[in-house]
């Protein structure tokens, strides 16, 4: 534990700038609590890499956590690439608050460092910058974002040679580095700007031309050209290049929404800038009902996840959820590819463990191989690796809004995405149903999945001991029975083994160790439990399925699944929480 006192003294007793000083002492007099959060820990990589409010203090994103992270990333790359004559990198932002200046910070401590950085002109979408480190053949990459948390929150993504974000042992082995380094002064903050190349527009149209070529049909979207699409970036780096990329695929017809189509870092049309949020996507399903489109679709400030909205049997427009919208999805790569004997047999998906188990029924009906890997797509990424230039990735996704299709990026990407769902969306509307009615015809063939993901938000150092006791409790007092339906499986990732309850088996789990527990119930029902590697919350993700006959028994049967969906939340105790 850091003797916090001892902390906040050694920045105020070192070579910080004098403004940094002035607030550690105005909260040391004032605010004693809030110095506490800003120095009770040192921000760590997690799922999303470094991540948290911005503010003084080692807890804190800043100028000297960004440049402890970027000296120790710095020099965990040197040491690794040590048999490279030059290493690369490149940087790219979002619209947030402070991005450019973290940007340019990061940029100038890698030229330092005698790195050639190539560094986004202006704010970019994460997986471009997936695509840079890979296409420029770097070493490594960062994007400065805090994705969709509020907006008080910034931070600091690694991606390493393989244009994925940094996976075990290396994002480890880069916190040692980090906190290796016992004294500001180790950092080099004095850029040296030869060494740094500014990437702009003639990248991005690379970049468009290699998502183009995703297109299956395109004969389709000719056809239906002028399909009504409202795209909204909520003020953040998909502003452009969703546009772009959807009128590259054939889709003419974009109509945006003007007041969040602004850059601000501050949001200032939402709540929240995350398309998982009804709130977030309000506007521009108001222009959608004005304009009598057909599809709106809305990314997060670094467009690497996007949300959508369709019409309902009843036309009127509804939000699917991510594990709907990554069934249509890997439905329409899958099936429009055996329509057009595409298919070789070596084609595979990935998803991950808190996904909708659809996706398998999808993927095992067409005999297109599927992986499992845990939350995080730095993990999809990771199989993509390993089966390059032996199996074809058909696509991928997560039940956070994440999708991917393609090997040439290697995080989630909602330019590619959003592009992609609107072919499905004709694809569907040619044969002469709407992108909702596909997903009921889904439904019907392979099941109704009913998923719904409740977040337990606990702030602070207070907030984080209440999620380890709550999943502390969770292990040692499993529960007998939820919804209803007996507990007959318990999958324990940190112990890293399933355990059979009516078998009384116990069999080894074949992924890395994650503080996560899944509960099996007789009737079918998954929930996993999680703690977010991001934010400070822990997630249930609680997944029914039942069989679906026809479209008519949708919404009776949906509403008979949400009453399950409150019982088994109060078996939980979530609504004591």
Known sequence: MINIPENAKKWLNGNYDNNTKV???????????????????????????????????????????????????????????????????AIAHDCRNNSRYYAEITADIFSANGFKVYLFESLRPTP???????????????????????????????????????????????????????????????????????????????????????????????????????????????????????????????I?????????????????????NADALKLAIEKAVETNADLVLATD???????????????????????QTASVLIYYLIKSRFDKTLLKGNEYIVKTIVTSELLVNIAQKFQVEYFDTLTGFKYIAEIIKENEGKKLFIGGGEESYGYLAGEFVRDKDAVMSSALIAEAAVWAKEQGKSFFELLIDIYTEFGLYHEVLVNVIKKGKKGAEEIQNMMKRFREHPPFQIGGSTVTEI????????????????????????????????????????????????????????????????????????????????????NET
């Not at 911005?54 to 020099?75: D, F, K, P």
């Not at 468009?208 to 297109?215: F, G, N």
């Not at 400030?301 to 594990?323: E, M, S, T």
């Open 23 to 89: 607030i550690i002492k105005q909260l040391a007099e004032n605010n004693p609590e809030e110095l506490t959060e800003a120095f009770y820990k040192e921000l760590e990589f997690g799922t999303g890499g470094l991540r948290g409010i911005m503010g003084v203090g080692t807890n804190r994103i800043n100028r000297y956590t960004i440049g402890a992270a970027t000296q120790g990333l710095s020099n965990y790359i040197i040491k690794y690439f040590s048999n490279i004559n030059e290493i690369k990198v």
């Open 491 to 574: 999958k324990d990732y940190s112990l890293q083994q399933g355990k059979n309850i009516v078998n009384k088996t116990v069999e080894p789990i074949q992924l890395p160790k994650s503080d996560v527990i899944q509960f099996f119930t007789e009737d079918g029902s998954k929930i996993t439990v999680r703690p977010s590697g991001t934010e400070p919350k822990i997630k249930f993700y609680i997944g029914l399925k039942t069989n679906l006959c026809c479209k008519e028994n949708y919404e009776p049967i949906k509403s008979d699944l949400n009453k399950k969906i409150e019982t088994i939340k109060k078996d939980l105790g979530l």
């Open 301 to 323: 400030p670094d467009a690497d996840r996007v949300g959508i909205a369709v019409k309902d049997l009843k036309n009127n427009f509804v939000l699917l959820n991510g594990n």
């Open 128 to 254: 471009e910058l997936s695509f840079a480190v890979r296409h420029f053949s770097c070493q490594a990459g960062v994007v400065i974002t805090a994705s969709h948390n509020p907006k008080e929150y910034n931070g600091y993504k690694a991606y390493w040679d393989d244009g994925g974000q940094v996976v075990p042992p290396h994002d480890t082995n880069i916190i040692k580095e980090v906190n290796l380094i016992k004294d500001v002064n180790e950092i080099k903050f004095k850029g040296v700007t030869k060494n740094i190349m500014p990437l702009g527009n003639d990248f991005d149209d690379i970049y468009i031309k290699q998502l183009t070529s995703l297109s299956v049909s395109k004969d389709i979207i000719q056809k239906y050209a002028d399909f009504k699409i409202v795209y909204t970036p909520i003020h953040g780096s998909g502003v452009d290049l969703v546009p772009k990329t959807l009128k590259s695929f054939g889709f003419n017809n974009i």
């Open 256 to 276: 945006s929404v003007p007041e969040q189509d602004v850059i601000d870092g501050n949001f200032p049309t939402v709540i929240s800038p995350n398309p998982e």
